[in-house]
């Protein structure tokens, strides 16, 4: 079993890191790039990741929890994408039907 104790940091080795000062601010621990442009924030009750993408492989994910997207939600593969954003329905007619299934983008 390993402890912290275990462990020495030499803040003065690291040079040339900007740390954005809202993380120091609020005393987040801060894994980044040379330039901030990639970065995962720790804080005690939250978990920021900033990039330009970010890629997760898995064969199940789950959220539990509220999910909120700023943007659109694309699922699907190729040809067969579905937009939440941007689909559309064919066999709309007027009244209580249904409509058929979302078209590809």
């Known amino acids: 079993k390993h402890s912290f104790s275990d462990a020495v940091f030499f803040p003065h080795i690291m040079t040339g890191y900007d740390i954005d000062p809202a ?16 970065k ?11 990039a330009l993408n970010v890629g997760i492989t898995t064969t199940t994910m789950s959220v539990s929890g ?3 997207v700023v ?23 007027t009244g209580g039907g249904n409509t ?5 983008v």
């Open 100 to 104: 058929n299934v979302p078209n590809p």
């Open 23 to 38: 993380d120091l601010a609020n005393g987040a621990a801060v894994l980044q790039n040379l330039d901030g442009s990639v």
């Open 66 to 68: 509220n999910l909120l």
């Open 40 to 50: 995962i924030s720790l804080w005690e009750n939250n978990v920021s990741i900033t």
């Open 71 to 93: 943007g659109d939600v694309v699922a699907g593969f190729g040809s067969s994408d579905i937009s939440l954003l941007t689909h559309t329905h064919g066999g709309v007619t």
